[in-house]
């Protein structure tokens, strides 16, 4: 009997203690790249539908109590402005960036190996099959928006308009700065469906950060 009480106290002490980490990491995650995207290309239901999309998918991963906002510029919006002011931290605890300024500074620490999704998983870069390293954000490498690159404030999803995309693992073509920014690196080609943005090694994919 007293072994029985004590294997039972063992197991209660282990799955509280791994309950605890859960919940610290959830506490902590403030930043990932949706693991998904809307299927429509960048029409993504403007920025409140895009907003949805990252508090759908934290809340699914377990993350909860936080408003989530898209990186993304619109007409009438800047993304760096979005975001709140940071800290912000992966799926495993790692630190993106102190501030809006470090996010957009040298010091970033977005690298395909950190840049995970709400599951903590890695996304596709260059090189893999299929590549899926452009991330929508419409936006210049300091946060703010580019005219005319947003399809339509994130309405669109045919052959028509154009976003601006940022690499997440922080590669392509060349050596140049564009080719290595993980929020301005080149605009889409063939408008703003699905497959156009898979023509250039996209998914729809885009970063969500924790406001709050």
């Not at 895009?50 to 898209?70: F, N, P, Q, R």
Request: a neutral charge; hydrophobic letters at 35%; one cysteine or more.
């Amino acid at each position: 009997m007293r072994r029985s009480v004590l294997v039972a106290a063992a197991i209660t002490a282990a799955l509280a203690a791994t309950a605890g980490a859960a919940l610290s990491q959830d506490a902590k995650m403030s930043f990932f790249v949706t693991s998904v995207g809307s299927g429509k290309g960048a029409g993504l239901g403007g920025l409140k539908g895009a907003d949805a999309h990252c508090a759908s998918l934290a809340e699914a991963a377990g993350v909860t109590g936080k408003t989530w906002h898209a990186y993304l510029s619109s007409s009438t919006e800047d993304a760096r402005d979005r975001i709140g002011k940071g800290p912000w931290f992966n799926a495993k605890g790692e630190k993106i960036a102190d501030d809006v300024a470090s996010l957009h500074g040298d010091a970033n620490g977005i690298t395909k190996q950190t840049a995970l999704t709400e599951k903590g998983e890695v996304v596709n870069g260059r090189g893999d099959k299929p590549n899926r390293h452009d991330m929508l954000t419409g936006s210049k490498p300091d946060g703010t928006k580019i005219a005319d690159q947003t399809c339509g404030d994130w309405t669109m999803s045919g052959a028509e308009g154009v976003a601006m995309m940022g690499h997440h693992d922080r590669t392509g073509l060349d050596d140049s700065a564009a080719a290595k920014s993980w929020n301005s690196s080149h605009a889409s080609r063939g408008g703003c469906s699905q497959e156009a943005l898979k023509g250039t090694g996209g998914d729809g994919l885009f970063y969500c950060f924790a406001v709050e």
